[in-house]
């Protein structure tokens, strides 16, 4: 994924914990969370990450924004290389991002009044005066479809709907180049997802604005990514436009993934019935060498289980996408 607007450029993200234990021949046993991921955003658009639970997704997303200790990886902000950035010079730069997180009960401080609580990000950036922060808060309210009275509340005396209505708002407040919604769905009804959903694109399309949108779920990410990046074990295994991927998946893993929603396209239906995913994917605690989806993998030969393959384009059903697979576009 390369575009000469991005407002967000990533390059070679890796992020590995130190579990401080060893392995049966005393290697330290370290999680590789992200594995060389680069990606990058275009400005006013959507990219979807999507994968099982524990590939990797949030962390991805937190390094991008340097909010994990250890990452390694260039990472491009509209021009200012936010890597090399430390301490005071990088906090000035945190208003430009902010996430909206899976949970809108355990993100939003239960003591504080919502008008405080969307204030805040504001005034922690002196941005404004506090008359005009207030005035902001108002704005921000009728936005995202709250009353203004609405700002002497607490965040228990709304719904789940409402309360993940003032994330947004929030992380409106500083006017962000990028906002990254981490499942920001996941926990709320279908029928309140789907309101919470048409309210970001609303929102995105009156104010210009780029998500980093993560999800396990294809049909909210076909709903709302331009494009997407499919993760497997700390790798972006997929990536490209959403509609060409769902149209007709190159790798092996995102057409197991797919197979899990209903498809009308009987030829994918046929493709997808041979790659059902079973069992978990596997520690990735020291992955073995290959490639990473070859435990699980109905194609895998002996070469998968040695070289690991690297993201290329491939082009399927007249659209060209990158895939890392030996043998995409053969099998
Ligand atoms: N602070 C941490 N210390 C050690 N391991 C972590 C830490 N944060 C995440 N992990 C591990 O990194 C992997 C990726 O986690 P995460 O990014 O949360 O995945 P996802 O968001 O896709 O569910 C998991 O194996 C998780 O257990
Ligand atoms: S490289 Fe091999 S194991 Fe990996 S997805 Fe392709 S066929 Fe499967
Ligand atoms: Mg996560």
Excluded: W
Aim: proline share 6%.
């Amino acid at each position: 994924m390369t575009d000469g607007d991005a407002i967000l450029r990533v390059r070679d993200l890796t992020v590995h914990f130190d579990t401080g234990t060893r392995d049966a021949e005393g290697k330290p046993r370290v999680v590789h969370a992200v594995d060389g991921v680069s990606f990058d955003i275009r400005r006013g658009s959507t990219l979807g990450i999507i994968g099982e639970s524990g590939c990797g997704k949030s962390t991805t997303a937190l390094a991008a924004m340097r909010l994990v200790a250890g990452a390694r990886g260039r990472i491009d902000l509209g021009g200012v290389d936010l890597g090399g950035l430390e301490g005071e010079a990088l906090r000035r730069q945190r208003h430009r991002f902010q996430i909206i997180f899976q949970d809108p009960y355990s993100s939003l401080n239960p003591r504080q009044r919502v008008g405080s609580l969307i204030r805040t990000p504001m005034a922690l950036q002196d941005q404004g005066t506090p008359e005009t922060r207030d005035r902001r808060v108002d704005e921000l309210l009728d936005l995202v479809g709250l009353r203004p009275e609405t700002r002497h509340l607490f965040p228990h005396q709304f719904s789940g709907g409402q309360r993940q209505r003032i994330g947004i708002a929030r992380a409106l407040a500083t006017n962000p180049d990028l906002i990254v919604c981490d499942e920001p769905v996941s926990a709320l009804d279908v029928a309140i997802q789907a309101q919470i959903l048409n309210l970001m694109k609303d929102l995105q399309a009156e104010l210009g604005l780029t998500y980093l949108f993560i999800s396990h779920d294809m049909g909210v990410i076909g709903y709302m990514c331009h494009e997407v990046a499919v993760m497997y074990l700390g790798v972006f295994v997929e990536t490209g436009d959403t509609r060409a991927i769902l149209a007709a998946p190159a790798h092996p893993y995102t057409r197991a993934l797919l197979s899990a929603i209903p498809r009308v396209d009987p030829v994918n239906r046929s493709l997808m019935a041979a790659t059902r995913l079973s069992g978990d994917p596997p520690s990735p605690v020291n992955p073995a060498p290959g490639c990473r989806f070859a435990a699980r993998c109905p194609h895998a030969v002996d070469r998968c289980r040695t070289e690991r393959p690297a993201l290329r384009p491939v082009t399927l059903g007249g659209m060209e996408r990158s895939v890392a697979c030996h043998f995409a576009g053969e099998i």
